[in-house]
C-alpha cells in the first residue's frame, strides 16, 4: 500500500461525518489530511495533535484514525497500530469504516509478523476475497499452522483456475512441508501445465517425487523434459543428488545419481563417481560402493580411495581384500598409524578364521 492510500479511504468519512462533529475538529481532520498529502506529516501532526474532541465521541475515534494513518505514513507501524485500534475497537465508525479498518489493521499486523492478531482480525470473514485469503493463508503459515493455511489456498484457487502461479507454489510448498508429496505433486503439475519448457518447474516436480521416495519416476521426469528440449544445468541436477542425501536417502539419492550418469544426464567424473560411491555406503550397499571405489582407486592411485575401498572390504569381512588394499594405500603415502590399526584388526580377524576352519577340519 502506499502512503498516499490512507488519505484517499478518508476523503468519504470526513465528508459524511462533517454535520456530525464538533467543526473545530473537522477543520483539524481536514487540515491534516491536506498537509499529508503534500508531504508535511509535522503540520498534519499539530493539527491533529491540536484538537480537543469529546471523550468517548465518533470525533475522538476519527482522530485516532488520522493520527493511525500518518504514522503509517511515517513509518511508524508500532504506533499506527495502537491508534488504528483504537478507532477500529471505539465502536463509533460506520459499517463501510469497520470493514476498512480491519482490513488495514490485518496488513500492518502482518508487517510486523503479529501473525495471531492477523488471524484474530480475518478468520471470522465470510465471503473472503483474495486479498484476504493471502493475509490469512501467510499468518496460518507463519504461526507453521500449514493444516490451516492450505484449505484457504485450495478454496481461492478452486474458485479462481486462473489464480496466480504464487498460490500454486504455495500449495506445493505447504503440501511438500507437511510431507505430503502426493498432493504437492498434483499442483506443481497444474504450475508445470502452464510453463512446460521451464526448467525449474520440471525439476522440482522430479525433486518431489524422489522426496517421495519415487526415484525411478523422478529420474523420467527429468529424461521426459529432456527429450521436449528443456535444457538443466549440470549444477542444477547435481544439486537434486544433494537433496536427496540432505533428506537422509542415499538410496533413492544412489539410485538417481547413477540413472542420470548412465543415461547420460549428467558427465561421469571422479567427483560424481566418488559421490555415488559414497551413497551408495551411506546406504549401506557395500558391495556396490566397493566396485566403484575399487575402480576409482586402480585410476587414480590416490590413498584415500585404496582406504575407503579398505574399510568397506573389512566392513563385509573380506579380510584378505581388506589387506590388499591397505597395502596399496600404505603405497600410495597413506598415514601408517591409520594403516596398522585397520591391518592389526584385518590380520587378527584372517588369523581367527583360519583357524576355525582347520578346526573344523579336524
Same mark, same amino acid.
Given at each position: 500500500?502506499?502512503?498516499?492510500?490512507?488519505?484517499?479511504?478518508?476523503?468519504?468519512?470526513?465528508?459524511?461525518?462533517?454535520? *456530525?462533529?464538533?467543526?473545530?475538529?473537522? !477543520?483539524?481532520?481536514?487540515?491534516?489530511?491536506?498537509?499529508?498529502?503534500?508531504?508535511?506529516?509535522?503540520?498534519?501532526?499539530?493539527?491533529?495533535?491540536?484538537? +480537543?474532541?469529546?471523550?468517548? *465521541?465518533?470525533? $475522538? /475515534?476519527?482522530?485516532?484514525?488520522? !493520527?493511525?494513518?500518518?504514522?503509517?505514513?511515517?513509518?511508524?507501524?508500532?504506533? =499506527?497500530?495502537?491508534?488504528?485500534?483504537?478507532?477500529?475497537? *471505539?465502536?463509533?465508525?460506520?459499517?463501510?469504516?469497520?470493514?476498512?479498518?480491519?482490513?488495514?489493521?490485518?496488513?500492518?499486523?502482518?508487517?510486523?509478523?503479529?501473525? =495471531?492478531?492477523?488471524?484474530?482480525?480475518?478468520?471470522?470473514?465470510?465471503?473472503?476475497?483474495?486479498?484476504?485469503?493471502?493475509?490469512?493463508?501467510?499468518?496460518?503459515?507463519?504461526?507453521?499452522?500449514?493444516?490451516?493455511?492450505?484449505?484457504?489456498?485450495?478454496?481461492?484457487?478452486?474458485?479462481?483456475?486462473?489464480?496466480?502461479? +504464487?498460490?500454486?507454489?504455495?500449495?506445493?510448498?505447504?503440501?511438500?512441508?507437511?510431507? !505430503?508429496?502426493?498432493?504437492?505433486?498434483?499442483?506443481?503439475?497444474?504450475?508445470?501445465?502452464?510453463?512446460?519448457?521451464?526448467?525449474?518447474?520440471?525439476?522440482?516436480?522430479?525433486?518431489?517425487?524422489?522426496?517421495?521416495? /519415487?526415484?525411478?519416476?523422478?529420474?523420467? +521426469?527429468?529424461? =521426459?523434459?529432456?527429450?521436449?528440449?528443456?535444457?538443466?544445468? $549440470?549444477?542444477?541436477?547435481?544439486?537434486?543428488?544433494?537433496?536427496?542425501?540432505?533428506?537422509?536417502?542415499?538410496?533413492?539419492?544412489?539410485?538417481?545419481?547413477?540413472?542420470?550418469?548412465?543415461?547420460?544426464?549428467?558427465?561421469?567424473?571422479? +567427483?560424481?563417481?566418488?559421490?555415488?560411491?559414497?551413497?551408495?555406503?551411506?546406504?549401506?550397499?557395500?558391495?556396490? =560402493?566397493?566396485?566403484?571405489?575399487?575402480?576409482?582407486?586402480?585410476?587414480?592411485?590416490? *590413498?584415500?580411495?585404496?582406504?575407503?575401498?579398505?574399510?568397506?572390504?573389512? $566392513?563385509?569381512?573380506?579380510?584378505?581384500?581388506?589387506?590388499?588394499?591397505?597395502?596399496?594405500?600404505?603405497?600410495?603415502?597413506?598415514?601408517?598409524?591409520?594403516?596398522?590399526?585397520?591391518?592389526?584388526?584385518?590380520?587378527?580377524?584372517?588369523?581367527? $578364521?583360519?583357524?576355525?576352519?582347520?578346526?573344523?577340519?579336524?
Amino acid at each position: 500500500m502506499t502512503r498516499l492510500l490512507p488519505l484517499l479511504m478518508l476523503v468519504a468519512s470526513f465528508s459524511c461525518a462533517a454535520q *456530525s462533529i464538533d467543526p473545530g475538529v473537522f !477543520r483539524a481532520l481536514d487540515t491534516a489530511q491536506s498537509a499529508q498529502q503534500k508531504g508535511d506529516y509535522a503540520a498534519a501532526r499539530r493539527a491533529l495533535e491540536g484538537a +480537543t474532541p469529546r471523550p468517548g *465521541s465518533l470525533e $475522538e /475515534a476519527l482522530l485516532w484514525r488520522s !493520527r493511525g494513518y500518518l504514522a503509517w505514513a511515517e513509518g511508524n507501524n508500532a504506533q =499506527a497500530l495502537d491508534f488504528l485500534g483504537r478507532a477500529f475497537n *471505539s465502536g463509533k465508525l460506520d459499517d463501510e469504516s469497520q470493514v476498512r479498518e480491519r482490513l488495514n489493521l490485518a496488513r500492518l499486523n502482518l508487517g510486523e509478523r503479529r501473525y =495471531a492478531q492477523v488471524v484474530s482480525l480475518l478468520s471470522a470473514q465470510g465471503n473472503a476475497d483474495e486479498d484476504v485469503l493471502q493475509m490469512l493463508v501467510q499468518a496460518y503459515q507463519g504461526l507453521g499452522q500449514h493444516t490451516k493455511a492450505l484449505p484457504l489456498a485450495e478454496r481461492y484457487v478452486q474458485r479462481n483456475p486462473k489464480a496466480a502461479d +504464487t498460490w500454486y507454489q504455495l500449495l506445493v510448498a505447504g503440501n511438500a512441508e507437511l510431507k !505430503r508429496y502426493q498432493a504437492a505433486e498434483r499442483w506443481q503439475r497444474v504450475l508445470l501445465a502452464r510453463h512446460p519448457d521451464r526448467a525449474r518447474d520440471w525439476r522440482q516436480l522430479a525433486a518431489l517425487q524422489q522426496m517421495a521416495g /519415487a526415484d525411478d519416476k523422478a529420474l523420467a +521426469t527429468l529424461r =521426459a523434459a529432456q527429450a521436449k528440449g528443456v535444457a538443466f544445468s $549440470e549444477s542444477e541436477l547435481d544439486n537434486l543428488v544433494l537433496l536427496a542425501s540432505a533428506a537422509g536417502q542415499p538410496w533413492q539419492g544412489a539410485r538417481l545419481l547413477e540413472g542420470m550418469l548412465k543415461s547420460g544426464l549428467l558427465a561421469n567424473s571422479a +567427483t560424481r563417481e566418488e559421490r555415488l560411491g559414497m551413497l551408495w555406503w551411506q546406504a549401506r550397499e557395500r558391495g556396490a =560402493a566397493a566396485s566403484i571405489y575399487r575402480n576409482l582407486a586402480g585410476r587414480s592411485g590416490n *590413498s584415500k580411495h585404496w582406504l575407503n575401498l579398505a574399510q568397506l572390504e573389512l $566392513e563385509q569381512a573380506h579380510w584378505q581384500a581388506g589387506l590388499d588394499a591397505l597395502r596399496q594405500a600404505e603405497r600410495a603415502g597413506a598415514e601408517r598409524r591409520q594403516v596398522r590399526a585397520w591391518r592389526e584388526w584385518a590380520e587378527s580377524e584372517l588369523s581367527f $578364521e583360519r583357524e576355525r576352519q582347520v578346526a573344523q577340519l579336524r
